[in-house]
């Protein structure tokens, strides 16, 4: 059983934000040999097309994960909707394994499932397409067999798609979805949730629909985006935090 745990999301780490690779770093010296098992739910990088473009970023990042876990954590880094080509061979760099989404995990405090949180907003009906072409097999390995420079400008300019939608869809819509929230707990049997994606960091106790293994309430975790602020969970006998502290 894990003493402490910790829960990170949606770095959206690149080049140009040097000052939130330099945060991550600092976050991992905070804590190293201080926790048992480091969750990265999703989106630690903004744009990922393969584990053969390596950088000086994902190398360094590769590099401090590793050290990390050589103190003593495992990690687990689950896809986010950036970074859901992330593989094997770069997470075993980190000392990483790569977990599916909606996993369950133990905790000190009890079972948890856990998710990226894309697949929550199942409102944003032409993501939830987009979703599920990308996330297929057969889609990859044809991207990947793409060059470098064919996949840079794919990402590039489903970026620039995703933005240009993003900026007038209703606001409702990039959240989740209420029912496929209790819906997913449901499904698991599980009361407390943990997720990022939608930058919304908050701690929501829910009132369920119908009771799950006896219990009417649920909790639901939604883990900041890394922007002005760094934000993590924590999980210890204690209970569960939610955190942030200034980049
Ligand atoms: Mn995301």
Redesign the pocket.
């Known amino acids: 059983m894990p003493r402490r745990i910790l829960f990170i999301s ?1 770095l959206h780490l690149e080049e140009g934000r040097a000052d939130i690779t330099a945060a991550l770093l600092a976050f991992l010296d905070r804590n190293e040999s201080a926790c048992d098992a480091l969750y990265i739910l ?2 630690l990088f903004e744009v990922w097309i393969g584990d053969d473009d390596s950088n000086e970023l994902s190398a360094r990042v590769a590099k401090a994960l590793r050290s990390f876990h050589e103190a003593g954590a495992d990690i687990f880094i689950l896809h ?3 970074d859901f080509l992330l593989g094997t061979d770069y997470a075993a760099s980190c000392g990483a394994t790569i977990i599916p989404d909606s996993i369950i995990i133990t905790t000190p405090i009890g079972p948890a499932i856990v998710l ?3 697949d929550l907003c199942s409102d944003d009906v032409q993501y939830m397409q987009f979703r599920t072409m990308v996330r297929q097999e057969s889609w990859q390995q044809d991207f990947l067999s793409k060059t470098l420079s064919e996949r840079r400008a794919f990402a590039e300019q489903a970026r620039r798609q995703s933005q240009q939608a993003t900026s007038i869809k209703e606001n409702a819509i990039m959240d989740v979805n209420p029912a496929a929230v209790e819906q997913r707990l449901r499904e698991h049997g599980q009361t407390l949730m943990i997720h ?2 939608t930058h919304r960091p908050a701690i929501h106790e829910i009132e369920l629909e119908a009771a799950i293994d006896s219990r009417n309430q649920a909790r639901r975790v939604v883990l900041g985006d890394w922007d002005s602020h760094g934000w993590y969970a924590a999980i210890d006998a204690d209970g569960l935090v939610l955190e942030k502290f200034p980049l």
């Open positions: 949606d999703g989106d986010g909707n950036r990226h949180g894309d990022g994606h």
